[in-house]
Each structure stands twice: as structure tokens, then as C-alpha cells.
Nanobody, 127 residues
Framework: QVQLVESGGGLVQAGGSLRLSCAAS????????MGWFRQAPGKDREFVAG????????YYADSLKGRFTVSRDNAKKTVYLQMNSLKPEDTAVYYC????????????????????WGQGTQVTVSS
């Protein structure tokens, strides 16, 4: 069983920054890629960013490139999402997720490629 706990969400003004963290416990964290998704009210959950098991490969949603950075610390079993230049449209509940396949060569981007999810953390960006 894997447990994922997100933290770091909150209310921020447009143009501000937040850093989300996701602490993992359970199976060998370092063997699995991790992803960040978000879900705004009335919208589907969408892929934000993902990072390979080694941390060597990161992938971002096209609309977020240059503003968001995903990273991980395998020793701390934690994945991070640094969000800069936030916009009101970034308002959503942000979820971290663990890839279901160990040592995947590429970064998974589909929801069905992840099997464990955190409870989510709310990010609200005011204009």
C-alpha cells in the first residue's frame, strides 16, 4: 500500500509562487515515476507534470512549461512542484500520483497509468 500526502497549497495573488510537496510511504519510492495533476471546479482532472523514477526526465503540460518545475528527492521520498508566475486559471485542487509501473522509461501522462493518489491540496490564485 502506498500513501501520498500533499502539502503546500494555499491562497496566493496572481504572479506569486507556491511550492507543493508530496510525501510518500509504502513501496520503494525511488523505483516509480511520480506525477502531478490538477482539477478545477467543473473540469476533468488534467496532467500537470511528471518526473521519472530517477529524476532525470521531467515532462510538463504544454501550457505550463516555463512556469512549473517538478523535482524529487528519493532519499526523502518526496516529490515537489514549484509553481511560479501563478495565474487565476491555475486555481484547482492539485494531486500527486504514483506510477503503477516500476522503472518506466518514459514519464506517464495518462491518469490510468497511475495507481495511487494523494488527497489533494487546494491552490487558489486571486486576481
Amino acid at each position: 500500500q502506498v500513501q501520498l500526502v500533499e502539502s503546500g497549497g494555499g491562497l496566493v495573488q496572481a504572479g506569486g509562487s507556491l511550492r507543493l510537496s508530496c510525501a510518500a510511504s509504502g513501496r520503494t519510492f525511488g523505483n516509480y515515476a511520480m506525477g502531478w495533476f490538477r482539477q478545477a471546479p467543473g473540469k476533468d482532472r488534467e496532467f500537470v507534470a511528471g518526473i521519472s523514477w530517477s529524476g532525470g526526465i521531467a515532462y510538463y503540460a504544454d501550457s505550463l512549461k516555463g512556469r512549473f518545475t517538478v523535482s524529487r528527492d528519493n532519499a526523502k521520498k518526496t516529490v515537489y512542484l514549484q509553481m511560479n508566475s501563478l495565474k487565476p486559471e491555475d486555481t484547482a485542487v492539485y494531486y500527486c500520483a504514483a506510477d503503477k509501473s516500476p522503472l518506466r522509461v518514459v514519464v506517464a501522462r495518462r491518469r490510468d497509468e497511475y495507481d495511487y493518489w494523494g488527497q489533494g491540496t487546494q491552490v487558489t490564485v486571486s486576481s
